[in-house]
Each structure stands twice: as C-alpha cells, then as structure tokens.
C-alpha cells in the first residue's frame, strides 16, 4: 500500500454517507482473473462532495463495504478495487481490539456463568463456523441460535458496563475516564459486532433492511440527535434501539479500547494503541 491509497467506505449498494450527503460511486468490476477494472471518475456537484479517506480517516468511518480509491486532479476520484473487508472481517478487527485492553478476562464473570475469555472464544468460534458452513435451512438455524446465544451475553456485559457506571457515580468517577469501564464497553460493542455478523449471514435480506433503515436514520438531517450511542445500547427518543450494524459495532469497539489504553496509560499509550489499530486494521482490508 503505497502513501498515495485511499480508501471509501460504503454501504451494500456502494453508497458513501457523509453526515446528512449521500454519493452513490460507480463500483468497480472483478475480471475473471480476479483483479478488478476501476470505476468511471466521479467529480464533485452541488451536495455531492467526493470524500476519500486516509487509513486513519477510515478506522473513524468504517463501512459493510470497503474499496481502496485515488484522487483525480484536485477533486475528483474513482474507486480502483474492492478490499477484503466484510461483516465477518469487522467483527474479528472489533474482537482483536477488545481483547487488548481487557486485563484479565477469564476474571470476569457473566451473570449466567461463563466469563468474557469464554464469550471471546465463543464469537471467534461461531465466526469461524459461519464461515465454513453450509447455506442449508439447518445451517441457518444454527446460525441464528449463535447469533441469539452471542446477544444474550452481549446483554449481559451491558449489565456489567452499567453496574461500573454506577459504581463509578458512588465514588465521584467519571464512567468515561475509568479503563475498566471502556474495556467492558469495547467488549460489549465487539460481541454485538460478530452476533450482527453473524445474524445477517443467516438472514441476508433481513439483514440489509435493518442495515438500511439503520443508515437512513442516521442521514436524516432534519431529526439530529434522535440516536444516540453508548455502550449499552443504542437510544432513540429515550428508547433502547438494540441494533447497530456490524461495522459500526467495530467502529465503537476500536474507540473504546483506545479510550481504555489512554486513560490508563496517558495520551502516548493511546496513539500508540491506534497504529496497532491501524496495522490490524490494513490486515482486515487484505492488504498487509
């Protein structure tokens, strides 16, 4: 990957959401020898800028699709291939941050039992199978009970996330300084990003509504604020939301973790914990 690589993140149909703008780019096509053929040039028009992102840019705008990009003159660009990033990628990138910041997992227990080593190893172990498997009714079945098994426990570490936050507000702490507090957050966002993952594998189209419907809640200009993100949940009009797509679970998984390295560490812990980010995360897009 040379300096000059950038990269656009969009959704399924290969629209690009830049807060309330929406550009949808002309995708390149795969050849028969598996190189790709780039995409016709976009330029820029009234409400339609052309965004392209750095490798950091993107770890803080991730997307369910990836293509690396180049500019064109000063404005313009098109995109040149597509990377090999997707659900199950963004759910191990959400895992791998996670489990960096926890100190000691198999320390901490779940109220049904198992600790967050075993909820780690679960979600890798169902994203492995869910790879492998067949596209069979049985398999789909047994996706979607992964998928279930892998939420409850997400709810569970919500339970845990929330009982730091008030036991922070007993001793006078900010939830939002204290690193246990961020390391649970971020494995609570890593869970929900591989039970997502692996949910939409098994009911495809449902999967795109929701993802949709998700995106075009966010673009909406006219209702700021109406979503609103926390660890425990997503929170519309005082209502838990309960859903997030896979990528942006990873987003809010990587963030915390950041959060959680530098608030135990300082500010040079955290930038240093964000190029290791950045270096798994140009192995998830395939281009290590």
Aim: net charge negative.
């Amino acid at each position: 990957m040379t300096a000059e690589t950038y990269f656009v993140p969009t959704d399924a149909e290969g629209v690009q959401r830049t807060g309330d703008l929406a550009l949808r780019w002309p995708l390149p096509e795969r050849r028969a020898d598996g190189s790709f053929a780039p995409g016709e040039v976009v330029t820029p028009d009234v409400g339609r800028p052309v965004v392209l992102r750095d490798l950091g840019g993107l770890l803080e705008d991730l997307g369910e699709r990836i293509f690396t990009a180049e500019a064109i003159a000063e404005t313009g660009g098109r995109l040149l291939a597509e990377t090999a990033w997707d659900l199950r990628a963004a759910a191990r990138f959400a895992l791998d941050c996670a489990e960096r910041v926890v100190s000691d997992p198999g320390a901490l227990k779940l109220a049904s039992g198992p600790s967050l080593a075993d909820v780690f190893a679960a979600a890798r172990r169902y994203l492995d199978e869910d790879a492998a498997g067949s596209d069979g009714l049985l398999a789909k079945m047994s996706r979607l009970a992964q998928a279930h098994r892998l939420r409850r426990m997400g709810h569970e570490l919500a339970d845990v996330v929330m009982s730091l936050t008030l036991e922070d507000e007993r001793e006078d702490l900010e939830a939002l300084e204290d690193p246990e507090w961020d390391a649970a957050a971020a494995a609570r966002e890593a869970v929900l990003s591989a039970t997502e993952a692996i949910r939409h594998s098994a009911v495809p189209h449902l999967g795109e509504l929701r993802d949709r419907s998700y995106e075009s809640e966010r673009s909406r200009a006219d209702r700021p604020g109406e979503i609103l993100s926390t660890p425990w949940g997503n929170f519309g009009m005082g209502n838990r939301a309960g859903f997030v797509p896979a990528w942006v679970a990873a987003k809010e998984a990587a963030e915390r973790a950041r959060e959680a390295i530098a608030d135990a560490g300082g500010a040079d812990a955290g930038a240093a914990e964000r190029l290791w980010q950045l270096d798994r995360l140009r192995s998830a897009l395939g281009l290590a």
